[in-house]
């Protein structure tokens, strides 16, 4: 059974940074797109980045352009999110989406986590 689960997140001051790490496991074949989401107080999932498995460019949000930083390593099948400067607009519960190929099935599915909270002081 593939899982997907994040860690990272935690209290920081306003300006600061945090690293935010997804991990999966499980009887996984392949990792196509790796992505980020976000949930702030009252407001509804919205997507923050997303890095593909081919070699192209990642994508980012235009209010974490320059700020956030995506990578992956897909020997370790980790995600990760790179975050500085951060603002009290950047308070949310941080969700990583991953489309993963099983090793059993061989069926791409989308596999989510829990998410990780951020909150950032001002």
């Known amino acids: 059974q593939v899982q997907v689960a994040e860690s990272g997140g935690g209290l920081v001051q306003y300006g600061g940074s945090l690293r935010l790490s997804c991990v999966a496991s499980g009887a996984i074949s392949t990792i196509a797109d790796m992505r980020w989401f976000r949930q702030r107080p009252g407001k509804q999932r919205e997507w923050v980045a997303t890095?593909?498995?081919?070699?192209?460019?990642?994508l980012y949000a235009e209010s974490v352009e320059a700020r956030f930083t995506i990578s992956r390593d897909d020997a370790k099948n980790t995600l990760y999110l790179q975050m500085n400067r951060l603002g009290p607009e950047d308070t949310a519960v941080y969700y990583c989406g991953m489309i993963i190929r099983d090793a059993l099935q061989g069926k791409y599915s989308d596999y989510w986590g829990r998410g990780t909270q951020v909150a950032v002081s001002p």
């Open positions: 890095i593909p498995s081919i070699d192209s460019g990642p």
